[in-house]
C-alpha cells in the first residue's frame, strides 16, 4: 500500500536491525527496490512494500492521540511515544485506548491533589492523557448512564500496571470518598488493601522488584449518589511454585523478609533471624530490596493489616504461619532403614520439624507422618507406605505451597468481608491488573494459564475496538459493514474447548493414573496434526508450540500433571484440619462426606478457565476502557526508551492490532475544514469556487482519482494509505510551484544583469561615437575606487587639437570629489559621458 505513494525525495522509514525503524530519503527507485539514505548518512536498500512514509509535518514534541497521526503505522506510532517520552510525557493516546509507559521515576507533579482536581469533571482530551483522564471518564460513563465501568490494565511484568491501578483506585476514591471522614472508611479499606496484597503477593523477580504474582481484579462499588458503598476482590492464579524455588536474583514473596526484619521479641517468639538461614529463602544471594527498608515495611503492613480489618490476633496468626512455612523448608530427609523410606535427617531438620508443629499448633509426630508416609486405603485394608527422601521432599514442599496459597486466600476474602459488599450498589467500577503476555526460554504451565488469559483478553479488546470504530463510523453515518476483523476464537478453542482442547487433554490425563507428561504430549501431537495455531516443534518429544496473536510460545509440557492437580494430600488435610489452632484449622476446613468420596476431579487448569469466565462475563456487562503499560527498557532506568522493546510490547499488548483494525476502515480522519488546509492546494480552483466545506473536500478527492474514502457528517474517512498519496501529489504540486518560483527569481536576477550590462555597453559604444567624432581615443583603464563608480579613463589626442589630455578621471557618482578636469572636459564636455560607465 505505501509504495505507491513513495517516490524519489519522499521522506521515509526503513527497519533496522537495532534501532527498529530509521528514518531517511529516497535516493533511488529500481524495481522493488528502494534505495534509502538514512539520517545517519547510511545507504540501506529495502523492498518498497517495507518502506513507510515519514510525515515531516509532524508536531516536533509528537501528537497526545495517535490517531492524528496523518500516517498510523508501526514506525510513526513508535517515533511518537519515544518523542513524548524524552519530554516526561509519558501517557499518549490511541483513541480511547491509554499508553502509559513507565518512567522508572517519581513523577509526584503528575498525580497530586491539584491534578486530581484538574481532571475531576474535564472532557476527555481536553487536557493532557492522563490515567485520571480514563477513571474520571469511567465515574462519569457510571453516574450519567448508571452503567458498570472497567478499566483494564495490562503490560508485560514492570511495565507500571499495579502503580497504575493504586492511581485509578486513589483517583476513584478522592471521587467517591466522603471528604474528612478519618479511619476505616471503605475508600482508605480499598487503598490500604494494596499494601497487605502486595506483602504477600509481590515479589522481586528479575524483571520487577516488586512484581505482582497473581493477577487482581477490585470490583468498587458505588451508591446512588456516587459514592463509593463497597468493593470486592477478586484474584486469579497465585505463583505456589515460588514458596519454595526461588533462583539468583529473584526473591521469595516480601512477606518472608518482612518478618525475619520485624521488632526482636517478634523474631525470638518466631525463631526466626538471618533470611540467610532459610532454606525457602537462600536458594538466591537475594536478601535486600534496594532503597526498601524491610523492618519498616514491615510495621506499615502491620498497619495497613489493621486499616482493613485484620485483628491483632489474625496478624499474630498469620505472620505465624508465615514463620511455619519457613520452618518447614529447613526439613530435610534421609534414607529410612526400610527401602523407599526416609527419616528426619538430623537434629537441626528434627528442630524446624518441631517449631513448625508448635507454630501451627498440630502434633509434631501427625506432622513428620504426613510427611514421610502415604496411607492407602483399600477395600481389604488400611496400607501405609513409606517416601524416600526425594519423594518427602516433595511432600514438604507440596505442603508449604498449600498452606501458603490457602493463607493468601484466606487473607483476601478476611479483605472482601472486612471491606464489605454493597448489596444495593447501583453499579460499579472494576480494575483489573493482570499478568501480561509471557515467552520466555523455557515456559511451563503458569505462562500456559497466563497466555489463555492473554488470549481472552485480546478477543474482548478486539471486539471492543471494533465496536468503538463502528461507532465512529454510525456517529458520522458512514458505511462500514465490509471492514473484516481477525478473531483469535480459533486459539481458544485449541485451548479452552470442551471437549477437545488442550485444557480438557490435560484433566484426562491427569485423570489416568498411568499418564505422564510424554503421553500427554503424544495426545496433543495426534490430536492437533492439523491445527494451524498448533506446532510440534521438531526435535522434542514433550514440547508444543503455540501460535498466539501475540507470537508463537513453545511450552515444555514436563510438569504439566503435576501443575493441574489441584488437591491437597489427605494426610496433610487431615494434619492441618485436626490444629489446635482455629486459624490454621480454618484455612483447611474438613472436606463434606460427599466429596471426598466422590472422585469428582478438580484441576488447576478447569478451575482457572471457569474463573476467566466468569471475569469475562463481568466484563462484557461492563463498558470497557483500556490502559497498556509499556516497560521502556529491561535496566529498569529512567530516559532509556528501547524501540525493539517497546514494539515487541505493542504488539504483544494488542495496541498494533488495535490500529491494524483501525486500518482495515478509515484510519485517517480530518475534519473538512483541516483537510482543505492542507490539500485546497491540489484544487485552488475549488477553494476559489464558493463551494460548500463538504463538497470542496468531495470535489478534491473526485479530482485525484481516489476511491473507497468516505465523507462522514463532519469528517473525510480516508483508507489505509490514501493520506500518504494525497501528500505525495501535494508535495509534487509544491515542489513544482517551488520550480517555478525558483525559475520565476532566476529570470529577475539574470534580466537585471543582462540590462545593467547592456546599458554599459550603450555607454561605452556613444563614447567610442563620440571619441570618433572628437579626434582623440577613450581608453578604459580600471575603477578608480570600490565605493563609486569612478573609473579611469585614458584619452589620446589623435588630431592635432591644442591642449589635449593625456589622461582624465571622471566620476557618474556625486559624492565623488574628482571631476573631469582639464582641457577635454573644458574644450569637449564629453569626457564626463565618457567616464559615466
Ligand atoms: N507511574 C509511575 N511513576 C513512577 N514509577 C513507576 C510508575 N509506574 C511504574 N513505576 C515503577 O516501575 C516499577 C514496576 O511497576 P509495577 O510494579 O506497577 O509493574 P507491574 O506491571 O505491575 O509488574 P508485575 O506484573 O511484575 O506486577 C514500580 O515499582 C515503580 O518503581
Known sequence: MASVNIIVGSHVWVEDPKLAWKDGEVIKIHGQDVHVKTSDGKVVVAKIAKVFPKDTEAPPGGVDDMT??????????????????????????TGNILIAVNPFQRLPHLYDTHMMEQYKGAAFGELSPHVFAVA???????????????????????AGKTETTKMLMRYLAHLGGRSGVEGRTVEQ??????????????????????????????????????????????????????????????RNYHCFYLLCAAPAEEVERYKLGNPKSFHYLNQSKYYELDGVNDAEEYLATRRAMDIVGISEEEQDAIFRVVAAILHLGNVEFAKGEEIDSSVIKDEQSRFHLNMTAELLKCDAKSLEDALITRVMVTPEEVITRTLDPEAA??????????????????????????????????????????????????????????????EKLQQHFNQHVFKMEQEEYEKEEINWSYIEFVDNQDVLDLIEKKPGGIISLLDEACMFPKSTHETFAQKLYQTFTKNK???????????????HYAGEVTYQADLFLDKNKDYVVAEHQVLLTASKCTFVAGLFPPLPEESSKSSKFSSIGSRFKLQLQSLMETLSSTEPHYIRCVKPNNSLKPCIFENLNVIQQLRCGGVLEAIRISCAGYPTRRTFYEFLLRFGVLAPEVLAGSYDDKV?????????????????????????????????????????????????????IMRKEFVSLRQAA??????????????????????????????SVWLEATGSQEGASKSQNGCKGNRCSQRSQGQARKEGGRTDMAVAI
Not at 453516574?143 to 483494564?152: A, D, R, T, V
Not at 495455531?533 to 501460535?547: D, G, Y
Open 68 to 93: 492524528k497521526l496523518s500516517y498510523l503505522h508501526e514506525p510513526g506510532v513508535l517515533q511518537n511515544l519515544a518523542t513524548r517520552y524524552e519530554l516526561n510525557e509519558i501517557y499518549t493516546y
Open 136 to 158: 474520571d471518564v469511567a465515574y462519569r460513563a457510571m453516574i450519567n448512564e448508571g452503567k458498570s465501568n472497567s478499566i483494564l490494565v495490562s503490560g508485560e511484568s514492570g
Open 189 to 250: 479499606q480499598v487503598l490500604e488493601s494494596n499494601p497487605v496484597l502486595e506483602a504477600f503477593g509481590n515479589a522481586k523477580t528479575v524483571r520487577n522488584n516488586n512484581s505482582s504474582r497473581f493477577g487482581k481484579f477490585v470490583e468498587i462499588q458505588f451508591d446512588k449518589s456516587g459514592r463509593i458503598s463497597g468493593a470486592a476482590i477478586r484474584t486469579y492464579l497465585l505463583e505456589r511454585s515460588r514458596v519454595c524455588q526461588i533462583s539468583n536474583p529473584e
Open 393 to 454: 521432599l516433595g511432600s514438604r514442599d507440596a505442603l508449604a505451597k498449600t498452606i501458603y496459597s490457602r493463607l493468601f486466600d484466606w487473607i483476601v476474602e478476611k479483605i472482601n468481608i472486612s471491606i464489605g459488599q454493597d448489596p444495593n450498589s447501583k453499579s460499579i467500577i472494576g480494575v483489573l491488573d493482570i499478568y501480561g503476555f509471557e515467552s520466555f526460554k523455557t515456559n511451563s504451565f503458569e505462562q500456559f494459564c497466563i497466555n489463555f488469559t492473554n
Open 533 to 547: 495455531r498448533f506446532i510440534k516443534p521438531k526435535l522434542s518429544r514433550t514440547s508444543f508450540t503455540i501460535s
Open 696 to 748: 470542496a473536500c468531495q470535489m478534491i478527492l473526485d479530482k485525484k482519482g481516489l476511491k473507497g474514502y468516505q465523507m462522514g457528517k463532519t469528517k473525510v474517512f480516508l483508507r489505509a494509505g490514501q493520506m500518504a498519496e494525497l501528500d505525495a501529489r501535494r508535495a509534487e504540486v509544491l515542489g513544482n510551484a517551488a520550480k517555478i518560483i525558483q525559475r520565476q527569481i532566476r529570470t529577475y
Open 762 to 791: 550603450i555607454q561605452l559604444q556613444s563614447c567610442w561615437r563620440g571619441s570618433c567624432t572628437w579626434p582623440c581615443r577613450l581608453f578604459l583603464l580600471q575603477k578608480s575606487s570600490e565605493s563609486c563608480d569612478h573609473y
